[in-house]
């Protein structure tokens, strides 16, 4: 069995599970630790205090907030969620790919999953509803603010109950709505390679007729074991490993998108475009940013060159054309300007298109990142 299949493989399922939902190998005592450098305890509280707080605020302000235009709705939200890791005491950087331009209407934004960190994290880059369970409306605090948040929430144990949340999923799409999932279906470590992504969010994606968004998420600086929410890891001592983890940076990915349409049919494997799509998806999120933006660049400059040397012939045609057309003037000894007639001028620009304008060279250069 070759490696990938080997991280790819689950863990055996906890009792009380549905046999159908995901189940990550990682768990709290082998990948939950940090080995970096540690706060002392006075700080990490403090931190804690400062995190807790800043959440605390955003679900008082939640209610009068929805009140507010969309434009300063989004910004405030963004704001707000960039500032629940950085007030966790975690550097956030965002990379924003220089072919990753948004689409304008509904999106369908996929990302691994490691922490609770990631949801903030997505929220200020690309906030949008969010797909959860439906246990977390019943969280106390956390619960209320998904709800203003416009949480789709699904029914995660019944597998009956998943082509209707499709169905949700899509014609939130279709709505122009932002959608955020996190197809792994668990957190995984970060250390490896993740889980699988599932397809059928996938499916909705296809039948609205969107574009996917794959996000990657990393943490540095001996944070992968800190960040890690895993398997049934209390959420305080998540908050604890996270604080006193000194150091901890977060690192947003924003990458090119994936039409969906193009998925829609079956493959050659005969297998569902969903199942394409995901894995698709999932080889964006696992592979590097250079050879993401690389292979971008390389596709934009090859359609650059084809269009230059399409138009330099148009145009050395057209010259030809009005060359031919101009007759040739008598000697004189005077320098005396000459005129075409005017039908043959007339004539040589019908037949001479239009020049296109060649865009600069900087659009291949990766855009900098930007440190918060």
Not at 140 to 147: H, I, T, V
Request: charged residues 20%; glycine residues 10%; aromatic residues 6%.
């Amino acid at each position: 069995m070759s490696a990938s299949r080997t991280e790819d493989r689950t863990a055996p399922r906890p009792a009380g599970t549905s046999p159908w939902l995901p189940v990550a190998p990682c768990t709290p005592a082998s990948c939950a630790r940090h080995t970096g450098a540690a706060r002392p305890p006075l700080r990490a509280a403090l931190r804690l205090l400062a995190g807790c707080a800043w959440v605390l605020l955003g679900v008082v302000c939640a209610a009068p907030v929805r009140l507010l235009p969309r434009g300063p709705r989004m910004w405030l939200l963004r704001y707000w969620a960039l500032g629940i890791p950085r007030a966790f005491g975690v550097r956030v950087t965002v990379r924003v790919h220089p072919y990753a331009r948004g689409t304008g209407g509904g999106e369908l934004v996929v990302a691994n999953h490691i922490s609770w960190l990631d949801i903030p994290l997505v929220a200020a880059v690309l906030p949008g509803r969010m797909l959860a369970k439906t246990e977390v409306r019943d969280w106390p605090l956390l619960g209320r603010l998904a709800g203003f948040g416009s949480t789709l929430f699904i029914d995660r144990d019944r597998l009956r109950a998943l082509p209707g949340a499709v169905g949700t999923v899509a014609a939130a799409l279709r709505s122009g709505s932002r959608v955020v999932v996190f197809p792994e279906g668990s957190t995984w470590c970060g250390r490896g390679r993740g889980g699988p992504f599932r397809p059928a969010v996938f499916q909705a994606a296809i039948d609205a007729e969107v574009s996917v968004r794959p996000v990657r998420i990393t943490y540095g600086t001996g944070g992968a074991g800190a960040a890690a929410f895993v398997g049934d890891d209390p959420l305080t001592a998540s908050l604890w490993r996270v604080v006193r983890a000194a150091g901890l940076t977060a690192e947003v990915s924003v990458l090119p998108s994936i039409p969906a349409r193009a998925y829609a049919s079956v493959s050659a494997h005969g297998e569902p475009g969903r199942r394409e799509l995901a894995r698709a998806a999932r080889a964006a999120v696992l592979g590097s940013d250079r050879t993401t933006t690389r292979r971008a660049a390389r596709t934009a400059r090859t359609g650059t060159t084809a269009r230059t040397a399409v138009t330099a012939r148009t145009a050395v045609t057209a010259r030809g054309a009005a060359k031919a057309a101009t007759p040739s003037p008598a000697p004189t000894a005077l320098p005396v300007p000459i005129q075409a007639p005017a039908a043959a001028t007339t004539s040589a620009a019908r037949r001479s298109p239009p020049q296109t304008a060649v865009a600069s060279d900087r659009a291949n250069r990766p855009s900098a990142s930007v440190h918060h």
